[in-house]
DNA sequence: GACATCACG
DNA sequence: GACGTACGTGATGTCC
């Protein structure tokens, strides 16, 4: 190492200034693991490589140190205790950052200095002056014009930022006087930023022209009686002292002590290793490129995703306040919230109604905000409860505006196309505004959001994200609405506490949407949010509405049917017991069976009730006549209760048709649920169940059509552990069960036996779910071992699967989440996890890409279906994972058919390109029965 | 409200 | 070596 001498220049870089450009420069960026803020280091960073790297020509640095400083309170604090007393406080996003700079500097391996009780200013002129001396050169990098007075012969700054350098003549351009007697000008210009009190009344040009005058400080104020100017020259005599004090605060001191010496400072290579880890844990994947890049070294691997971390509630910015939510209730007020809404392009709207049923439900009030915390309530059709009179609880509250003239007002907003409404679950709100006659577009929506960005990691409903990603809990609505039978509907809370409810959900709704809204990019679901999520809200709404005709009387019928029917079979069973019991109780039917009768079959479960599930009732059966009885009886007992009864119910009296309530993020894996009732799962296994199917009908006229794939799960399967056999074999159009079973079991398909196929195709879907031995052993009702070598033999035929699964987990195990063909996440989060839970989770992440595909596959489809069939007398009434059910007058079936397959069998163009082909087979009939 | 059971893909 | 085991749902009745 040589010694600091002639042809050395240093460079100083003011650590302070630094930190403050890349902080303003900047957006307030965060760490997307767990939030931090991160801007100002990732702009220190960025401009740090970028002097380093920087071409400096014959100004290029032989040494090298970023000054910081340190401590608030330094000696100029003990000379004048208002020294920088009004400089603003930090920033809160910036406080935290400050440590990393430091750590930022050493990681590049630049010699980071400070001193506690001093200023940057002081160590910079310190080292300044000890260069100077050694023989060598100075580049100061910095504008700050305090530091100016350091400038002189071998010392200059430089604006790092303009890439300008300042020498004496640019020192004189910024003071009017030379380096040497800018300490001079400050003294009497003072400071307002620094709180230098100065001398009133001059500023610099001033000062410079009297220091030009009489030479310097001294002089000036030794012979300020000559001075002409009588207010400047009472103010020099009067003001002397403070003037004095004033060039001691810019005064920099160049004789800070210091434990280091210029030749620490000597130029030096970063540690790859450290610098890259460093720009890693901050996650600037860009600039850890870019310096990998420049290092030839890989550039580390930064996660993609949220860490766990990130779900611990981001701190408010601006706190919940329903005293400041506002109670529309005229026109006026309504008008002033829709231009902000014209204004900004955007709403949060929420309703409240009567109750949870859309289709039933009536509008109370309407909900809107704009900005966090701005937020108002429209009560419309609020009940006076507080009356005792009989007729006054019908009557409408007082305040509040015609429901008319708000939906009137309203409804140019919600469908102008160039404002988007934001809601939280908007198919809901969707449906209710519909019935009111105003089609809600265009939508965004904070549960689809996160349910596109989080799937497996929590729930979507509102209460969940608030707390999670808000850190506010809502109000709850229990407490407004009472519970059991003494429960009151929304219209008959009082508009007051009304107010504070609405208001805040749709507070809570435009908080999550600035939120997620930004994140959606960065976590790369912004295409199966737009394809797979948001389009299909306006899809579903409309075929729930639409809802499907069920014929009563067929169901009355059957009940009725079910209820002879369970009524003899219970009268056996008790006879066959030797005494009543409720043979809907599987308590006590195992005590019959297991302790009166004494049969095999032992506890199970954690209540240590005997298990009488309909494997082993199936099992008893061969031997008794009970067990068999019990098993009808539940049959007709499921197929009565569930479907034939409960089905009446929902029998909408006003359309006389079953609307069903599709929850786009029922599933983990992107498929719908059915609820209210549910709809995907009426009977079709056996011949007593499907007729219930009978009852769904067309109106007159009009048929039902169902078109379902065939083996979609099975082909995407084929297709994503690439299993060349498997693909011919749908290629070639063969019974992919038989095909199976001869390549397992070296059979020829002519000689194929139905035992054998049924074998074959058990192992079929037991890979889908992640097969066990166990599993297809209780499945098939073969010994363990027996169904261990089938599955060994599978994986040997088909070695494509084993690598398929094997991958599928560590993926799993890597990200914590596993992806569908189109980009949809599944999170698995205890798939890392010891115990009983790792075996759950491993299945779930082989099946959910699989099942996961194959609905997004339908969920396209089912986005381009109203275009498709526009014009067409036909009607989308239901999803079934596979099939879609379309009611369609008679003479259009067969167009119908065509253009809905076509569809259906092209729904994964072009974002993805199948190996396999799919195909859809079709169904039509006067019931979903016959089309099934 | 937990649990067992059973309906569907 | 033992343990617990097919994937994803919703609705119903019993029982505490």
Redesign the pocket.
Known sequence: MSKFGKGCHLHLIDGSAFIFRAYHALPPLTRKSDGMPIGAVSGFCNMLQRYVDGDHGPDAPTHLAVIFDKGSHTFRNDLYDLYKANREAMPEDLRPQIPLTRQATEAFNIPCKELEGYEADDIIATLACQARKAGGRVTIVSSDKDLMQLVGDGVEMLDAMKNKRIDREGVFEKFGVYPERVVDVQALAGDSVDNVPGAPGIGIKTAALLINEFGDLETLLDRAEEIKQPKRRQTLIEKRDQIELSKKLVQLDCKTPLDFTLDDLELRDPDPDKLLSFLAEMEFRTLSKRIADKLRVEPPVIADTPAPAADEPQAEEIPFDASKYECVRDAAALRKWIDQAQERGWVAVDTETTGLNEMVADLVGISLCIEPGEACYIPLTHRDGASDDLFGSDALAEGQMPLDEALALLKPVLEDPSILKIGQNMKYDAKIFARYGVEVAPIDDTMLMSYAMHAGEHGHGMDTLSERYLGHTPIPIKPLLGSGKSAITFDKVPIDEATAYAAEDADITLRLWKLFKPQLHRVQVTTVYETLERPLVPVLARMEMHGIKVDRDVLSRMSNAFAQKMAALEAEIHELAGETF?V?????L?EILFEKMGLEGGK????G?????????EDLATEHELPRKV?DW??L???K??YT??LQTHINPDTGRVHTSY?IT????G?L??????L???????EE??RIREAFIAEPGNVLVSL?YSQIELRILAHVADIPALKQAFADGLDIHAMTASEMFDVPLDEMTPEIRRKAK??N????????????A???RIP?AEAQGFIDRYFERFPGIRRYMDDTIAFAKEHGYVQTLFGRKIHTTEINAKG?HA??AR??AI??PI?GTAADVIRRAMVRMPEAIDGLPAKMLLQ????LLFEVAEDAVDKTIEIARDVMENAPDPAVKLDVKLTVDAGKGANWAEA?
């Open positions: 409720n809907g109780s599987p308590a006590q195992g199970k479960g954690k209540t009730k005997y298990s009488t599930g309909a494997d082993v009732l098993l539940r049959q007992s499921k197929l209760s569930t009864d409960a929850a029922g599933a983990n894996t498929r649920a059915s609820t209210d009732p549910n995907q799962n009426i009977p079709v296994r056996t169940g499907r379902d058990a192992i879907f037991g890979v889908i779910y992640g097969i066990s031995g166990f599993g297809l209780r499945n098939l363990r009983p075996g759950f299945r779930a099946n959910a099942q079934v994972h596979d099939e099934h």
